[in-house]
Every structure is written in C-alpha cells, then in structure tokens.
C-alpha cells in the first residue's frame, strides 16, 4: 500500500454551504456546487445533494427535460427513481446505486421517484465534456450497488469507486479526459483514509454524515471543502472526528470556456443558442 501513502495533504482552502433550492417539478434539493464555482472546480459544473422523508418534497421527481454537451452522475443512497430517456433508456435506480447518463449532442430524459413514502437520499453530479465530444451519441449505463467496486482498509474505512482508481482497484467508470475520481467514504470514528491525487487537478470533499478533520481544519456535515492545489501535495488526508460519510471527487480541468444556459453547457453563446434552437425544433434528441 505504500504508493497510496500521502506524505503532504492538501488543506482545505474554503468550505461551502449549500444553496437550498428547488428543481424539476418541485423537488426540494441543496445546490452545493454553484455555478461561480465552476472554474475554480474544472471539469466539474454542479453537485445536488437531496434527502427527505417527507414525500412532498420529492414526489413530482424531474419530468422530461433535455441536455446537451455533459454527463450526469446520478448516486442514490436511499430510495428509488425511475430513468427514461429519448434515446431509448429505461432504468430503476435504487439503494447504493449509480446511473451515468453522457448527454452528449443531446437527451430527454425524465427522472420520476418509484415511491411514495420513505426516504429519498443522494446525489448528482454535472461533470463537463471536453469541447471534442460535446456532440457525441448520449450513453447511459446503471450500476446496481452490487456492481460497484468496493474495498476496506486496514483501518476499517469502507470505500466505494464510483469512478477513477483508488488503492489498486478500479472503479464502475473511467474517463480520459476528465479523469474523474468520485469515492464514498464510511469512516470509523478516529479512522484515516489517505489518497493521492495529482497536482493539476481540482478535488473537493462533501461531509454528508459526521465530522472530518483534514489538516488543521475541521470540516462539519453538510459542508463542502474545496481542496487547495498546493504545489508540494501530493494527495488528502481524511480523518473521522467521529463516525463519517463523505465524498470525495476530482478530476483533471479542461481549461476550456463555459457557455451555460439552464440544462445546456457549451463552449460558446452561439452553441447556446443552436441547442435552444434545435431544442424548440425538435432536434435535440436526433
């Protein structure tokens, strides 16, 4: 396990409150990574986190809506939603499990809550497209929890890799240019994880349950820590005050420019206004 030691961790460089807010038809929702964040955190362009047991707040779900030019990372801790899309997709998302829709040159898609009591819990993910494969075909894949890479460190820190590669196991979803990193963390109270991350790219870390400390700071639940790029880190550091639940994500930025409008991100106004265009004409989806 050597090469997964950390011997300088990145420190926290600013924590952030999710913004609550609403979405689809209705659901209530905490927008954690906003739109003025997107630079600062390339190639990544939001990230939800949802969780309620009250059926009010969840169950119009996301009626059919479109996008273009981006992938989405749908994780469900608890609950099940209901996935059709205009490419011919139809899957059910339920407990620990993942759906990765690319949306390429464009889908419809509709997420619909297959529940009408209980909690709903999770997260979704808006992670960009480099401005080559904007316009690629939409793809679309669910992972069933059973399916997800997972291991257990010596210290007892239960890891589930979404996507990139964590201590030599490689997780549900790889990508080239992004090269993203999405892990779940369930750390023991006094736990340490450790991962390396490379210098160039842009990590943050969401505490959706407990308390952890990275570096000198502590980050509380319901807290985002945008992971500083310093020059001589090499990865994070992670320790559980008590029991914990976070995420952790990078990717490699694609320092290119962001045009967006609502569901649409492009790389231009005028890749805005085709989208629209072939929205209003029923293009989109072809």
Do not use: C
């Not at 209980?118 to 069933?144: C, H, I, T």
């Amino acid at each position: 396990m050597t090469s997964n030691q950390v011997r300088q961790s990145r420190r926290i460089e600013r924590q952030v409150i999710g913004r609550p807010t609403s979405d689809g038809a209705g659901v209530k929702l905490t927008r954690v990574l906003t739109q003025p964040l997107q630079r600062r955190l390339d190639p990544f362009l939001m990230l939800d986190a949802f969780g309620s047991d009250n059926p009010d707040d969840y169950i119009a779900g996301f009626p059919d809506h479109p996008h273009r030019g981006f992938e989405t990372i749908t994780y469900m801790i608890a609950g099940r939603m209901r996935h059709r899309d205009s490419a011919g997709h139809e899957g059910l998302l339920e407990n620990g499990g993942v759906q990765w829709m690319t949306a390429g040159r464009g889908v419809i898609h509709s997420e619909i809550p297959q529940q009408e009591a209980g909690v709903m819990e999770g997260f979704q993910l808006w992670l960009n497209l480099p401005a080559s494969e904007k316009m690629s075909a939409p793809w679309y894949r669910d992972f069933a929890a059973a399916e997800l890479p997972r291991f257990v460190t010596d210290a007892g820190v239960d890891v589930t890799v979404i996507a990139g590669e964590s201590h030599g196991v490689t997780g549900a979803v790889t990508r080239e240019a992004t090269a993203p990193l999405y892990l779940d963390l369930h750390l023991p109270a006094g736990a340490r994880f450790e991962q390396p991350l490379p210098a160039g790219h842009n990590a943050f870390v969401y505490a959706y349950r407990g308390e952890v400390r990275i570096g000198a700071e502590t980050l509380p639940a319901q807290r985002m820590a945008i992971l500083a790029n310093d020059a001589g880190a090499d990865g994070v550091s992670i320790e559980a005050v008590g029991e914990a639940k976070v995420l952790l994500i990078a990717g490699r930025p694609l320092k290119e420019a962001i045009a967006q409008y609502g569901p649409f991100v492009m790389n231009t106004d005028q890749e805005i206004y085709q989208a629209l265009n072939d929205f209003r004409d029923g293009r989109l989806a072809q």
